[in-house]
């Protein structure tokens, strides 16, 4: 087996490590991908440790123990997210944003890679998914930045769908009310979706009323499952009252006379939660 440099091991673990956030890789993982002693590989995680903490791009832990090894945790800081979501807010008050009946064109940005990638790894640095064991979502808007939040936390991504699919087998259903227009929806999930007693985190891309995410909050009953977390992208100022509490939006929107004011909620980072090793 070859041999190699220290640049090149360094070069690969870095790889390796952020391509796979919240993933344990013992030691004998990397001593057997890169033909090194343990004690070489110890040393070479300390620099990539080092490297990652001072340029503030995560944090790279060891987990000790029979099982142990090391992960790689994504870790925004508050300055970052700052300055996505300010560069983000001057996106989004481009003008033709505004469609009839006072909707917001976001696609171009939900469906962006870079943009979702980014959101996904905010969500992560600032939701406790410690005891998650999921993470779930609305289709169809919803599920770019929920799959990337996801990938951060290292977590299966379950989708609640507005109609059944046979393909999904049988589904629990349920009928809820919308927040912004009180009209009746209904959603649903396979019943082999959720294990009873799951922990799940639920992402969404907008939320007005909070009517959705209160269905989907009452649907997770159905599956005897917690609601531990509930991230937004957006968030409406007006209604004040929502029909949920307990969820952090990354940004908050207002369109009164036809003109956005959207703006980062920087209540969201400040306090800031850290990702248990």
């Given amino acids: 087996m070859n041999k190699f440099k220290r640049n090149e091991r360094i070069g690969a673990i870095v790889k390796i490590l952020s391509d796979n956030p919240n993933k344990i890789f013992t030691l004998s993982f990397f001593t057997s991908q890169f033909n090194a002693a343990k004690s070489t ?5 300390i620099v990539v440790k080092n490297v990652f903490e001072k340029l503030q791009l995560g944090r790279v832990v060891t987990i000790s123990g029979a099982a142990g090894g090391v992960k790689y945790i994504p870790k925004t800081s508050k300055e970052e997210n700052e300055e996505f979501l300010y560069q983000l807010c001057d996106r989004i008050k481009e003008e033709g944003r505004i469609l009839s009946g006072g909707f917001l064109y976001l696609i171009d940005l939900i469906y962006d890679p870079s943009v979702v990638y980014k959101i996904g790894e905010i969500f992560a640095s600032n939701i406790d998914y410690s005891q998650a064991d999921c993470v779930v979502t609305m289709e169809t808007k919803g599920i770019p930045m929920a799959l990337m939040t996801a990938k951060a936390m ?12 046979v393909s999904e087998g049988p589904t629990i259903s349920m009928t809820y009310v919308t ?14 979706a959720l294990k009873p007693g799951s922990k799940v985190i639920i992402i969404d891309d907008f939320m007005r009323g909070g009517g959705t995410i209160k269905g989907m909050t009452e ?3 159905e599956f005897d499952a917690e609601v531990v977390g509930t991230g937004v992208f957006i ?5 004040e009252n929502k029909l949920v509490s307990n969820y952090i939006s990354l940004l908050e929107l207002d ?3 036809n003109e956005v004011i959207v703006y980062p909620n920087l209540k969201t980072f400040n306090s800031e939660y850290h990702p248990q090793d």
């Fill in 41 to 45: 590989i110890s040393e070479d995680l």
């Fill in 255 to 257: 369109t009164a006379n």
């Fill in 235 to 239: 968030s409406t100022i007006h209604p």
């Fill in 219 to 221: 649907l997770m009953k």
């Fill in 179 to 192: 927040g912004s227009s009180s009209k009746i929806e209904t959603m649903s999930l396979p019943s082999k």
């Fill in 154 to 165: 290292n977590l299966p991504l379950v989708i609640i769908r507005k109609n059944t699919k």
